[in-house]
């Protein structure tokens, strides 16, 4: 009897512990929501309509971004410099929201060296663009017939990026710096749905 009185005395207590540690952790509700506005001020919500498969428009993109060689636009020494390249716009048309779910790139660059890629989207007047970055694979180096050695690397990558109509898209693509060519390709795919009307 006194030790199962002991036990009910040693839970209660250790609740009563932990309650003011729980209630210190909450945020006050108003606190988060001022939070949210202020991080979405500049790029709010895209609300979209919910379609179906038959209302969903598949799209595709692709280009490729290539880094010519020689010595008039990188450095010999060993201070070499990066290099920074980007695609057209692509652009969303009014109306719709863009989502794209799915992307595929192939890469190619010095062994030495490292190339870092992503999209670009969201910018415009008084907008921060957004840069979302795809992450390379390194496959290894391949000594190429008649080219030389080459760092091979790849990305597959499944995504959900909303972009509203009117806005656009670009690909990028950095390397760190090396005497030789570099290349990029990219693949995208995914589908137009419609935006929602703003209600007058």
């Known amino acids: 009897m006194k030790y199962s009185s002991f036990v ?8 009563a512990a932990l ?12 606190e988060k929501a001022s939070i949210a506005a202020a991080l979405n001020a500049y790029r709010p919500a895209s609300p979209v309509v919910d379609v179906s498969e038959l209302a969903k428009k598949p799209v595709a993109y692709w280009t490729e971004l290539e880094f010519k060689g020689g010595t008039d636009q990188v450095p010999t ?18 109306g ?3 989502v794209i779910d799915y992307t595929n790139v192939v890469a190619c660059y010095g062994p030495e060296e490292k190339m870092s890629i992503g999209i670009k989207t969201g910018y415009g ?5 957004a840069n979302l970055k795809i992450l390379l694979t390194e496959q290894g180096v391949f000594n190429e017939p008649l080219e030389g050695k080459y760092m091979h690397a790849g990305s597959s ?11 656009s898209f670009r690909f990028t693509a950095w390397r760190s710096g090396a005497a030789g060519h570099a290349e990029v390709e990219f693949w995208t795919s995914g589908y137009l749905v419609p935006a929602v009307q703003q209600a007058r």
């Not at 020494?77 to 009014?94: I, K, N, W």
């Not at 990558?157 to 806005?167: D, L, N, T």
């Open 77 to 94: 020494d060993a201070t070499r410099l990066a290099q920074y390249m980007e695609s057209e716009d692509f652009v969303v048309p009014d």
């Open 96 to 98: 719709m929201i863009l």
């Open 125 to 129: 007047a008084g907008k921060t663009p």
């Open 157 to 167: 990558q499944a995504m959900k990026v909303y972009i509203r109509g009117g806005e």
């Open 8 to 15: 009910v005395v040693a839970i209660v207590t250790f609740a």
């Open 19 to 30: 309650n003011p540690v729980n209630a210190a952790a909450q945020t006050n509700p108003n």
